[in-house]
């Protein structure tokens, strides 16, 4: 799965430093050549033979150790990385990284990359509160490096809150995740800040969703005939759940409402299971006026049977019929409600998209809708890649080619990520 992938992986001196032993042991597993880079602090807490023999490789701890090939060895290292990875990120650390000191192994090679880099914080959780914390976290996430949230739980000090370092099923997903998408070079402070981002210039990295609040719908609704029986669609839930991970990624508070999915919901966000078109109605409705953003990806029944059967139709032998009923056009009345919200909607489409597309951004208020042709070979329900046309307000449309539905939502957020921080 990670065949030949070169992965930079740094641990900081965090008592979670424990659980990086195991998320290297399964990324060599998959295939991924690991170099381990480890500060000070960290060499205290796990001893550097542990990363070496299960990596298989040196590791670094001091900068000016003898170097073991000719040229200068951390710029080498930076040069071969698909991914650079620091985990677990203490305050002291992401601090560095973010303003630019590198006085270790560590802090000098992310200086050096431009491939992606993934950073998993750990610390107690008043620390990861702290607005310094949060501000240099933002700082990372406007260059377009990713961030995975820490779960919430017990700590090392006893107490309960938001600041354990995932598990490293967790980690390792998410590595999976950016080297299977095909995920860009992080951009460097120098390409652009978070305010220079805007929804023309799209890709990722332009802006951060710290401290906002979205909303993805995903899957299909289904709405019932009788107790066994009942009306729904095709959607797997892929799209929307690659536009909840891609919202995280960006800082964001994730809330998913999901109706029948065949997919897996991605780690770090909060999922409201729902089954009905009228339950999803409840659901946003309830959170609408704290939220910043709606992605409204999921695929609703348009219709219901007006009279579900409290008991199992029967056969008769007899042609049956079933009266049909129009379900709330949830997204039309969150464009009536909208009040300040950011809104995004998804139109499958079989004939004349971009047109039929246009008619629903007009007719339902929305800020931008994502339109596909489910008969388009690889953009369909249920696959793993989509190709779309945005359609946005002031008129411009946008095609976007064939890609996987994770970088494709990170297209799309990093779009529309300036709009929300405006």
Not at 106 to 131: G, K, Q, R
Not at 168 to 174: F, G, H, K, L, Q
Not at 271 to 296: C, F, G, N, P
Request: one cysteine or more; glycine letters at 8%.
């Amino acid at each position: 799965m990670l065949e030949g992938k070169q992965i930079l992986f740094g641990v900081s001196g965090g008592i979670a430093a424990y659980k990086a032993v195991e998320v290297v042991n399964r990324l060599r597993k998959l295939g991924a050549q690991v170099h381990v880079i480890m500060t000070p602090a960290a060499t205290k807490l796990v001893a550097p033979l542990t990363f070496q023999t299960l990596s298989g490789n040196p590791v670094r701890t001091e900068i000016l150790d003898e170097p073991k090939q000719w040229n200068v060895e951390h710029i080498s290292l930076a040069e071969r990385a698909d991914l650079m990875i620091v985990a677990p990120a203490t305050a002291n650390v992401i601090g560095k990284m973010a303003n630019g000191i590198a006085d270790d192994y560590l802090t000098t090679e992310f200086l050096a990359v431009t491939c992606p880099v993934l950073v998993c914080p750990a610390m107690n959780f008043n620390m990861y509160a702290h607005p310094a914390v949060r501000k240099n976290l933002e700082t990372l996430r406007s260059w377009g490096h990713r961030v995975l949230e820490p779960e919430s739980g017990p700590l090392a000090s006893l107490a309960v809150g938001k600041g354990r370092l995932p598990e490293p099923e967790t980690i390792v997903r998410a590595i999976v995740d950016i080297l299977g998408s095909g995920a860009p070079a992080s951009r460097s402070p120098a390409s652009g800040s978070a305010e220079s981002g805007t929804p023309e210039s799209g890709g990722p990295g332009v802006a951060s969703l710290d401290g906002k609040t979205v909303i993805v719908t995903a899957g299909a609704t289904r709405e019932p005939i009788d107790p066994v029986r009942f009306i729904t669609n095709r959607s797997s839930g892929k799209m929307g759940f690659a536009m909840a991970q891609a919202a995280r990624d960006l800082g964001a508070r994730v809330v998913v409402v999901a109706g029948l999915t065949s997919a897996k919901p991605p780690d770090g966000v909060e999922i409201i299971e729902v089954e009905t078109a009228e339950q999803m109605r409840q659901a946003l409705l309830s959170r609408y006026e704290m939220t910043d953003l709606v992605i409204k990806a999921a695929a609703v029944a348009d219709f219901r049977p007006a009279k579900p059967s409290t008991q199992k139709i029967k056969k008769t032998g007899q042609p049956a019929a079933i009266e049909l009923e129009l379900n709330p056009d949830i997204l039309k009345e969150l464009g009536e409600l909208k009040k300040g919200q950011v809104l995004v909607g998804f139109a499958a489409e079989t004939v004349d998209t971009v047109n039929n597309a246009k008619k629903k951004l007009d007719d339902k208020n929305l800020d931008l809708i994502v339109a596909n042709d489910v008969t388009d070979p690889g953009s369909g329900f249920g696959t793993d890649t989509n190709r779309v046309w945005l359609c946005w307000r002031d008129g411009r449309v946008e095609e976007l080619p064939l890609m996987s539905k994770v970088e494709l939502a990170r297209e799309i957020l990093g779009r529309v990520a300036p709009l929300v921080r405006e």
